[in-house]
Nanobody, 114 residues
Framework: QVQLVESGGGLVQPGGSLTLSCAAS????????MGWYRQAPGKQRELVAS???????NYIESVKGRFTISRDNAKSTVYLQMNSMKPEDTAVYYC????????WGQGTQVTVSS
C-alpha cells in the first residue's frame, strides 16, 4: 500500500518560513519523480517544485529564490523549505510521487497571514 504523508503546514506571518515534509512508503522512492503542488481556493492545482531521481530541481517562477525542494532517499522523504513567505503562498500543499503511476498525499494547509 502506497502512502504519502505530509506534515509541517500551519500558520505563518508574511516573511516567515515553514518546512514541509512528505514521507513515502510502498514505493521505490529512490527512483521516483517527486513534486510539491499547491491549490488555493478557487484556483487550479499547480506544480510548485519538483526534483528528479538524480536531484535536478525545478520551480515555478513565483517561488524561485524563496523555496527549496530536497530529498533524502535514505528516509524516503521529500522536503519543501519555504522562506520569505507571502500571502499568495496560502494554499493546500500536496506531495506527489510519480513512479509507474502517480500518487498523492492528503495535503497540508499553509496559511500566510498577519
Amino acid at each position: 500500500q502506497v502512502q504519502l504523508v505530509e506534515s509541517g503546514g500551519g500558520l505563518v506571518q508574511p516573511g516567515g518560513s515553514l518546512t514541509l515534509s512528505c514521507a513515502a512508503s510502498g514505493i521505490n522512492f529512490s527512483i521516483a519523480f517527486m513534486g510539491w503542488y499547491r491549490q488555493a481556493p478557487g484556483k487550479q492545482r499547480e506544480l510548485v517544485a519538483s526534483i528528479t531521481r538524480g536531484g535536478t530541481t525545478n520551480y515555478i517562477e513565483s517561488v524561485k529564490g524563496r523555496f527549496t525542494i530536497s530529498r533524502d532517499n535514505a528516509k524516503s522523504t521529500v522536503y519543501l523549505q519555504m522562506n520569505s513567505m507571502k500571502p499568495e503562498d496560502t494554499a493546500v500543499y500536496y506531495c506527489n510521487a510519480a513512479v509507474l503511476r502517480s500518487y498523492w498525499g492528503q495535503g497540508t494547509q499553509v496559511t500566510v497571514s498577519s
